[in-house]
């Protein structure tokens, strides 16, 4: 039997228990904030502005990067249809979010409005080409999906073009 | 064989604590995101957990009796509560995820919506925590975890230059496309899901269900020198797959169905059947790691009877936690919540409360009362747990103000 050894001292304990219970309750409110998918704050300036603009072109582009490596991976037979179907209608929604939160942003001006009339197109085209793409493979033609999935090059060429100008 | 077979707590607990949820997207979004510049915070937190899991494998195989166990009876119940507060809620966080992970997983096979496996997955979770003997469980699950070894092979696949590789990861820096605080908050994630503090609960805990004793000191010396340096080499793997695969093609990782990309490009369909039975055991692992720690924890600090040796009825507490808390975690997992992203808080808030978890160890480790004078710390062990601690107590005190400056890694 081991013998019971002295408890914490209430000077250091007190404080301890207070602190963990504001841990636990800004961790708390954190999470809750935090776990929010696509959440997206106001643009007061322009500069606020671009820098969603930014943020939205490299998810965009990661989600149409995604999509043609799935249609490769699919036209090669690497993979099967659940996982395609599954993993491009995810990189679907997700564009879809994307897309809605940059339109849900008001634009603070003339120059954001030209900037969100150049990014505005190139995330409508991708979202099509990637529903093609969708569609291809959950009708079974996984592989002509890089063929479908051809014109998301383009939109990727666009989209790292826009990010080039943003500089 | 028996021997290998020994080994298969450790190799379960590092592949919860490596591959879960939390580090299969971490990894593979670091690698995507920083190519191997975060390699070096796997290596750091791998000597971490490795000397603190042998500390309370070692007091557990000594005392008979778990770490947290001591933590209540050595440093006061204040304290304890305090411990138990933090560990239980990160805890119930990473069940969520786990939960989600494994019906992402399930869903990957079949097309079905995850929303509607999570049920299933939390029955199957409770079903093997009420039913299945430990032993088995941590074979089964520890063993088919080994898996995600295919991602080693996928690198090695792709034939990389070694030296450039070795070099790369060797000299860090902060890429030009993110700045300091974003690096720093990935840093602290993958530090944070390196040392998950459920590692260790459910190490210790698990040392007592297999009736570890003073016989079994090299036992766990074995368990954790071969789980979880084998665990990290899996981290490592990850990273790097998406670091050569996904990276040159600006994709970052915000999905578990693309950190299997890199894999079904390279090794095709196999390679990608290999990748999702690995992640269904390394999720399907830590959801029970997880889902026993609550159990654990909340019982051995309020003194209950607890662990799967004893039939249900005797631990009728123990199990009814374990049991509420894979509820709690199925409702909240099927509420709509982004599941990387509790993913991803849940690992940077494992974090903030890792000196909670690591200082009771350090402190009972040392306590002769309880180790005896042949099995205190010595001199070398003492010096890098305290180094270590010191990082904790940092990295703890960096995180809340890490998510807030940079909105949650963006």
């Known amino acids: 039997m081991l013998p019971f050894v002295r408890p914490a001292s209430g000077v250091w304990a007190a404080p301890m228990l207070i602190r963990g219970r504001l841990a636990v309750l800004g961790a708390a409110v954190v999470l809750l904030v935090g776990c929010t998918t696509h959440r997206v704050g106001p643009a007061r300036t322009y500069d606020d502005f671009e820098r969603k603009a930014r943020t939205t072109a490299e998810d965009s582009l990661s989600a149409v990067e995604t999509v043609r490596l799935l249609a490769e991976v699919s036209a090669s037979g690497d993979a099967f249809g659940p996982y395609l179907s599954v993993s491009v209608s995810e990189q679907e929604d997700t564009l879809a979010g994307i897309e809605g939160d940059f339109a849900s942003i008001q634009p603070p001006g003339p120059r954001s409005d030209a900037l969100r009339d150049e990014l505005t197109p190139i995330l409508d085209a991708a979202s099509t080409h990637v529903a093609d793409v969708r569609v291809a493979i959950r009708r079974g033609n996984l592989r002509a999906a890089d063929s479908v999935a051809a014109p998301l090059s383009a939109d990727a060429d666009a989209l790292r073009t826009f990010l080039e100008q943003l500089g | 064989m028996k021997k290998v077979l020994g080994v298969a707590l450790g190799i379960l607990t590092a592949i919860g604590g490596f591959v879960d949820m939390g580090d299969l997207v971490a990894n593979a979004e670091t690698g995507a995101r920083f190519d191997m510049n975060l390699a070096w915070v796997v290596v750091v937190g791998v000597i971490g957990i490795v000397v603190y899991a042998e500390m309370s494998g070692r007091v557990a195989a000594l005392c008979g009796r778990p770490v947290f166990d001591l933590v209540r009876e050595r440093l006061g119940a204040r304290f304890g509560l305090a411990n138990l507060a933090a560990s239980f809620f990160i805890n119930s966080l990473t069940l969520t995820a786990e939960l989600a992970g494994v019906a992402l997983a399930l869903s990957l096979l079949t097309s079905v919506n995850y929303l509607f496996l999570i049920p299933g997955v939390a029955l199957l979770v409770w079903l093997v925590c009420w039913r299945m003997p430990f032993e088995t469980m941590e074979r089964i699950f520890g063993l088919l975890g080994l898996c995600l070894v295919v991602f080693a092979v996928a690198v090695w696949k792709i034939g990389p230059d070694w030296s450039e590789l070795l070099s790369d990861t060797a000299h860090p820096h902060v890429p030009a496309t ?29 040392a007592v269900e297999d009736g570890w004793t003073a016989k079994d000191l090299g036992v766990n010396k074995a368990n954790v020198l071969i789980g979880f340096p084998l665990g990290a080499l899996l981290s490592l793997a990850i990273m790097t797959s998406a670091h050569f695969v996904l990276a040159p093609r600006d994709i970052s990782v915000d999905q578990l169905s693309q950190m299997a990309l890199p894999v079904a490009s390279v090794l095709g369909r196999v390679g990608l059947a290999v990748v999702l039975i690995g992640i269904f055991a390394a999720t399907f692992g830590a959801a029970l790691e997880t889902a026993l720690s609550a159990g654990y924890v909340m019982a051995q600090y309020f003194g209950w009877p607890w662990g799967k040796a004893h039939a249900p009825r005797e631990a009728t507490r123990f199990h009814a936690v374990v049991l509420l808390a894979i509820i709690g975690a199925a409702v909240f997992g099927m509420s709509g919540v982004d599941p990387v992203q509790v993913t991803e808080y849940s690992i940077v808030l494992s974090a903030a409360a890792l000196p909670l978890t690591y200082f009771p160890i350090l402190v009972i480790a040392n306590d002769r009362n309880y180790m005896g004078d042949e099995h205190v710390n010595g001199r070398f062990v003492n010096a890098i747990a305290s180094v270590y601690l010191v990082i904790l107590v940092l990295v703890a005190l960096a995180t809340i103000p890490l998510i807030i400056i940079t909105k949650g890694g963006q």
């Open chain 2, 178 to 206: 993110d700045n300091g605080f974003t690096y720093a908050y990935y840093g602290i994630g993958l530090f944070g899901a390196a040392m998950t503090p459920y590692e260790v609960f459910f190490f210790s805990s698990g």
